[in-house]
């Protein structure tokens, strides 16, 4: 009979590109898709071709109460449920059916639209829905301040840069489209009064009021000067695929802002943005639906170190193809970003998460790449030389506090925050545990130890960081399982920080649940009293028991039962059903339902016990990894 690990192996070889990637679906939530179609709706473009899927969508995902949420099993989202109401309109549904009229209940229990988030008052305004000067000002001038000012485009965060640009000349210009059909339902009763109100107090308050009076004045000098300078700054950042950072809102956002300085559907820069949007699309028995983004980055490399965990030879032809592709991805040294304002003079050496970003390369992805590289490339001239110009750009794009953030160096100004426009979404890219713990297995993986000044800041950061109870935070994961698995494999490759590593253990320990599994819901975020706590998945209960096996209690009863959790209920064709969200975007706000996450990481859990068993016939993993001939500066 053939094991788990070998099913989950075989599973993962089945589903492999001919070009060498894996790519799961990316899942978020409904306003993706909610989105797209007031987007079309904008654009003049007609959308029957997408209505009866898109409705099965929205229909898949509502919940009893009448509801959308931002997460699997999450509270009722106003903004989600008032976007998704409003499309489904827009497609024809019925407002007077069952389905529409109890989420029209829920809109209404929640406050309606005025209680909704800036985000979604913006989209409502666009078709006059909603009131401009209720929206929070947001003047291109801001262009023009150089990266010392305050609240210059790059103290934002790459993923809000490229929304915030576009948003600068949408809420300047304050266009209004016909919607087409009338939702004057979504208020709630005796909320109208207050849509003229524009969220925040103290200075910035102040700020906006006088930002709206100076909108009326007739004479704004520089005005057409900014945005002419906006649209070349956007039109200039759209990737080769259309997309613009690969993501969802910058690439809607310039869509809408571009139309509106009278860029027509035929012009190259939109008609490219359109058709590439093809390339996100999704339609099965679930329904239509939009990505957010991408991930096929991220899923090789993580494919490349569970496959060598399960022993796969570096020689293999499935591990050969997943490196090539790698390897022709990474994005070439002269290749410009953002990231160059503040880590000027040196050679681009990154990766992206998504197929084409290459003006926004990724510190998180390039680390875990990397050791991807070593753990599962033939360390050839190329394979070198590409390990080490990653390595050396990593190494540049360090903040000041000695860790590492996920996009750019020193992106930490919190006074962002202070805008009235900032109430939805993470908005500055300070440096995190999870992404710090990836750089320093990197460097382990290099052979730099604690003597390293690299590597001895990183753990100060981290010592630094530790929670009361022995977790670590997780930035880009569902969180405490997550930032603590990420914080354990670094400390572990360094073969230090065993004071660090043992109460991290022993939370680890404290919260595995009655089943064997472990869980956490993205309410921790909100409330950290519940890190650890929620129903068992096979991505966090792999990320678990990675952690305790790496930590040497892979022997104990509680990673057998871990194990024996993933095993129990691993599907007849090797991958595992996971519908819960345990990816993160921004906590609090957007998370994401990576659908190879419950693939990869029990599979490598599976894989490492099989392999400390002795019952593989090539042990995978570190012990055997050699990184001779790459050196870094």
Known sequence: ??????????????????????????????????????????????????????????????????????????????????????????????????????????????????????FTKIWMALFGVYPWDGIPSLPPEIIFFPPQMPFNLYDFSCWARGTVAPLTIVITRRPVRPLGIDVDEIFARGTRGRMWSVPGSGWMWWLDKLLKQYERLPQKPARETAVKRVCEWIVERQEIDGSWGGIQPPWVYSLIALSIEGYALEHPVMRKGLAGMQRFVLCDETGWRFQACMSPVWDVAWAIRALRMAGMPREHPTLRRAVKWMLDEQIAADQWGDWQVRCKGVPNGGWAFEFDNDIYPDIDDTAVIVCALIEGAVLDERATASIERACNWTLAMRSSNGAWAAFDRDNDKEIVYRMPFADFGALIDPPTEDVTAHALEMLALLGRDTSDPYVAAGLAYLRKTQKPGGSWFGRWGVNHIYGTWCVISALVALKTGEDMIEPAVSWLLRVQNPDGGWGETPHSYVDESLAGVGASTPSQTGWAVCALQLAGRGRDFAVQRGLAFLRERQRPDGTWDEPYHTGTGFPRDFYINYHLYRHLFPLTALAFDRAQAGKSDERGGRSELSTEGVTTS
């Open 1 to 118: 009979m053939i094991d788990s690990t070998q099913r989950a192996v075989d599973w993962l070889i089945a589903n492999q590109s001919p070009q060498g990637w894996w790519c799961g679906e990316l899942e978020t939530n409904v306003t993706m898709t909610a989105e797209h179609i007031l987007l079309m709706r904008f654009l003049g473009v007609a959308f029957d071709d997408i209505r009866e899927g898109a409705i099965r969508h929205f229909t898949h995902h509502q919940r009893s109460d009448g509801s959308w949420a931002l997460y699997f099993d999450g509270p009722a989202d106003l903004s989600t449920t008032i976007e998704a109401y409003v499309a489904l309109k827009l497609l024809g549904v019925d407002p007077e059916c069952e389905q529409m009229q109890r989420a029209l209940a829920t809109i209404h229990r929640l406050g309606g639209l005025t209680e909704a988030r800036v």
